[in-house]
């Protein structure tokens, strides 16, 4: 379960990133929670969430291609250091009380610029942390499970944090969290392989990218998937305050119990994904977990209980963090190697690129229908989209089952795809 921590730099990465994540998880909170304080606007929510993620739309296919030339550790040096500078501008405008929405809509584009190069480039970089290529796909769940630990811990800090002393403690606590990431990156010892192929012409490496990428009805099929789920699925997270104080009646700490709850679900998720060593069966947890998380939203949706919203949360985080991982497990595995930065830039549009417009979308429908149709439509599209993925999955065995085999990934993986591709006993 945790063997791809035998590898050094990976070790040195899971500690520092550990530490920063937990950071990054209680600026996301008070970022949400002070903008509803500050306006009451369930529109401006969603515009905060866009503003945050629309420069990732815009740049991560353009960032994938730089990043199969750049030398990646500097990348994630550079992002690191400019996320550290975001914090900590926060943090200084929030306690001196001069802290307006139009700065966290500045500061969160800031934000979308760097997430823009630094999620594509961490996704590319993890190969060149891991020596057997085998530890790849425990790496991948293992990254998983720290983020969402960080997600069940960050959270109820945040919560008990704004409560007593203020938003502006979140912020200046994250952006001192980024030195154990910046020093980990720098403590480690990188080989150089071989220096990729350079194209003059962006373009022309970025039309190659998404030529592959389309042109292969597995990698196309995940990412269609994804980009659903973050469109429909997603955006619920902007909504959470809403949620928490007119729904179910509570406060900050509702929000950081909600928040957390999720990441509970996720964490064990997580956890779930790191003790498998085969891909065998990933393709139908694809499809079922993103059943699971759609139909946990939309349950989500009609409750008014506490207690029932935490246990639908939980459900719907342990579905998205299977789902999550198990397409990152098969487009990493799958991927050739000189467009691994293209697919993982594509991958991050996907996920990331369009949420922005999911988050503004919620917004804009709350507004209108209300927080709780709002979801409950969001997830009833992500059950459509499972279903819609579970039609193609034999395609997709056959299509995918050659190229673990070519590569020679491990027995258990070849083998697994092989009996995958078997209609079940």
Not at 105 to 127: E, K, M, W
């Amino acid at each position: 379960m945790l063997r791809a921590l035998r590898h050094r730099n990976y070790r040195l990465f899971f500690a520092g990133q550990g530490i920063s994540v937990i950071g990054t998880w209680l600026t996301r909170v008070a970022t949400s929670w002070l903008v509803y304080r500050l306006t009451g606007s369930k529109f401006l929510l969603g515009v905060v969430g866009f503003a945050s993620q629309i420069p990732i739309f815009v740049l991560a296919p353009v960032a994938g291609v730089l990043i199969d030339r750049w030398d990646r550790r500097r990348l994630l040096i550079v992002t690191q250091a400019f996320f550290m500078l975001q914090s900590l501008t926060l943090a200084a405008l929030s306690l001196t009380g001069a802290i307006r929405v139009w700065h966290i809509i500045v500061l969160s584009l800031c934000q979308g610029l760097a997430y823009s190069f630094d999620t594509p480039g961490r996704q590319s970089f993890v190969i060149e942390m891991i020596e057997d290529r085998n530890d790849l796909s425990n790496a991948i769940a293992l990254n998983s499970s720290m983020f969402n630990g960080a997600r069940l811990i960050g959270p109820a800090i945040a919560g008990i944090l704004i409560a007593r002393v203020g938003e502006g403690i979140c912020f200046l606590c994250d952006g001192i969290s980024y030195v154990a990431v910046i020093l980990s990156l720098l403590a480690m010892r990188v080989s150089r392989g071989p220096a990729p192929a350079r194209h003059n012409d962006v373009l022309r490496g970025m039309k190659e990218g998404l030529d592959y990428a389309m042109g292969f009805a597995p990698i196309r099929s995940i990412l269609l998937l994804l980009a659903l789920v973050s469109f429909m699925g997603m955006p619920y997270t902007v909504l959470l305050p809403v949620f928490a104080t007119n729904i179910l009646h509570g406060n900050a700490d509702t929000l950081g119990f909600l928040t957390s709850a999720t990441g509970l679900g996720a964490l064990a998720g997580a956890l779930y994904m790191a003790m498998r060593r085969t891909v065998l069966g990933l393709g139908r947890w694809i499809a079922a977990a993103t059943a699971m998380f759609g139909a946990g939203l939309a349950a989500f949706a009609l409750s008014h209980h506490l207690w029932l919203s935490l246990a639908l949360l939980l459900l719907a985080g342990f579905g998205m963090m299977v789902q999550m991982a198990s397409c990152n497990t098969i487009l990493q595995t799958v991927v050739e190697d000189d467009k691994r930065g293209r697919v993982m830039g594509l991958y991050t549009v996907s996920f990331l690129g369009i949420a922005p417009f999911g988050s503004l979308a919620a917004g804009a429908m709350a507004s209108l229908i209300g927080a709780s149709y709002t979801v409950l439509i969001g997830g009833l599209c992500c059950i459509g989209g499972a279903l819609l993925f579970a039609r193609r999955l034999p395609m997709i065995r056959r299509l995918v089952r050659p190229i673990y085999i070519q590569k020679g990934i491990i027995l258990p993986v070849a083998s697994g795809i092989r009996a995958a591709s078997e209609p079940p006993a």
